[in-house]
């Protein structure tokens, strides 16, 4: 394995290859994808770990798995511990409440930003539309003066001051931005010291949903929760060192659009790495180098997993 082994749990180079594939076990899945209700799947630790309207069934074993798109079930096929809901095997409400960051939706877990959305008006199906954006373009800002009522202006880690909306911090929830499942994240904002803020997409692959003088990036969420998150943002683009070059400090606003600022497993060195899209979409890899994603952090811009082109 290359240098980067370590910061970086490497998974199947491409995971949707076999998703929803029959099976008995795990072992009969490739990495990272897990076997439940006999079906090769993504596994989750919460709805946000799901593509766009899929949900995290965790049941009595505690195992998360994401719901697929042509799931099918009965009230007679799901195991014990799950109820049949929308097509799919998923958790009924115990005591009032949801594992995998779910909410109790008329008797069974349903993602928040789904019942937002339809509690809203919407058809939660139509965030699916190709002719739907998978981004929420950056608005710049210096203060929640430039922003829209309601809206803070704020910025995740290294990424670029934004106009987004504020979450709660326990078990806060997010429409998508675009046809992107948004998380609530920790923010720091000009006007308070800290807060919680919904993430906004970006396409690393085109940089489109960022401004002139931006770079779409991976940018890591401090003490966010119980789970670290890894969100595409906006950052200010400061340099133009490209794939295998050192941003050693780190310095991520140093990368080029299109990379991302990584460390080597033992910390002690920091690399402009490509960023690339599972599918295969968007520039190719570098030679000697393939798309590989964190299995436990999977970050998606729509429905595309996005990677870094680490060593073969």
Same mark, same amino acid.
């Given at each position: 394995?290359?240098?980067?082994?370590?910061?970086?749990?490497?998974?199947?180079?491409?995971?949707?290859?076999?998703?929803?594939?029959?099976?008995?076990?795990?072992?009969?899945?490739?990495?990272?994808?897990?076997?439940?209700?006999?079906? $090769?799947?993504?596994?989750?630790?919460?709805?946000?770990?799901?593509?766009?309207?899929?949900?995290?069934?965790?049941? =009595?074993?505690?195992?998360?798995?994401?719901?697929?798109?042509?799931?099918?079930?009965?009230?007679?096929?799901?195991?014990?511990?799950?109820?049949?809901?929308?097509?799919?095997?998923?958790?009924?409400?115990?005591?009032?409440?949801?594992?995998?960051?779910?909410?109790?939706?008329?008797?069974?877990?349903?993602?928040?930003?789904?019942?937002?959305?339809?509690?809203?008006?919407?058809?939660?199906?139509?965030?699916?539309?190709?002719?739907?954006?998978?981004?929420?373009?950056?608005?710049?800002?210096?203060?929640?003066?430039?922003?829209?009522?309601?809206?803070?202006?704020?910025?995740?880690?290294?990424?670029?001051?934004?106009?987004?909306?504020?979450?709660?911090?326990?078990?806060?929830?997010?429409?998508?931005?675009?046809?992107?499942?948004?998380?609530?994240?920790?923010?720091?904002?000009?006007?308070?010291?800290?807060?919680?803020?919904?993430?906004?997409?970006?396409?690393?692959?085109? =940089?489109?949903?960022?401004?002139?003088?931006?770079?779409?990036?991976?940018?890591?969420?401090?003490?966010?929760?119980?789970?670290?998150?890894?969100?595409?943002? $906006?950052?200010?683009?400061?340099?133009?060192?490209?794939?295998?070059?050192?941003?050693?400090?780190?310095?991520?606003?140093?990368?080029?659009?299109?990379?991302?600022?990584?460390?080597?497993?033992?910390?002690?060195?920091?690399?402009?790495?490509?960023?690339?899209?599972?599918?295969?979409?968007?520039?190719?890899?570098?030679?000697?180098?393939?798309?590989?994603?964190?299995?436990?952090?999977?970050?998606?811009?729509?429905?595309?997993?996005?990677?870094?082109?680490?060593?073969?």
């Amino acid at each position: 394995m290359g240098p980067f082994s370590l910061v970086i749990a490497l998974g199947a180079c491409d995971p949707g290859v076999t998703l929803g594939v029959v099976c008995t076990r795990s072992s009969e899945c490739p990495a990272p994808l897990v076997c439940a209700e006999s079906r $090769c799947r993504e596994e989750c630790a919460d709805h946000r770990d799901c593509p766009l309207m899929a949900r995290c069934v965790r049941g =009595n074993d505690g195992l998360g798995a994401c719901t697929l798109p042509d799931d099918e079930c009965s009230a007679t096929s799901c195991e014990d511990d799950l109820v049949c809901a929308g097509g799919a095997c998923v958790d009924p409400c115990r005591d009032g409440s949801c594992p995998a960051g779910g909410v109790c939706d008329e008797g069974v877990c349903a993602r928040p930003d789904a019942v937002m959305s339809r509690d809203a008006g919407t058809d939660a199906t139509s965030e699916l539309d190709a002719s739907t954006p998978a981004w929420v373009t950056r608005r710049a800002c210096t203060s929640r003066d430039d922003c829209d009522e309601g809206e803070l202006c704020s910025r995740i880690g290294a990424s670029a001051n934004a106009c987004r909306m504020p979450c709660a911090e326990s078990g806060g929830t997010c429409a998508p931005s675009g046809t992107t499942p948004s998380s609530c994240v920790r923010v720091r904002h000009p006007d308070v010291m800290d807060g919680y803020g919904c993430t906004i997409a970006c396409d690393p692959r085109t =940089n489109e949903g960022c401004l002139p003088g931006d770079a779409c990036d991976l940018v890591s969420v401090p003490d966010s929760f119980s789970v670290p998150i890894v969100a595409l943002e $906006c950052r200010p683009l400061a340099g133009a060192r490209a794939h295998g070059e050192s941003c050693a400090g780190p310095e991520p606003l140093v990368c080029a659009a299109g990379t991302s600022c990584t460390a080597s497993s033992d910390g002690a060195t920091w690399t402009c790495i490509q960023l690339c899209a599972l599918d295969g979409s968007g520039p190719p890899c570098p030679s000697g180098t393939e798309c590989r994603s964190d299995p436990e952090r999977i970050v998606r811009f729509g429905s595309t997993v996005i990677g870094r082109c680490l060593p073969e």
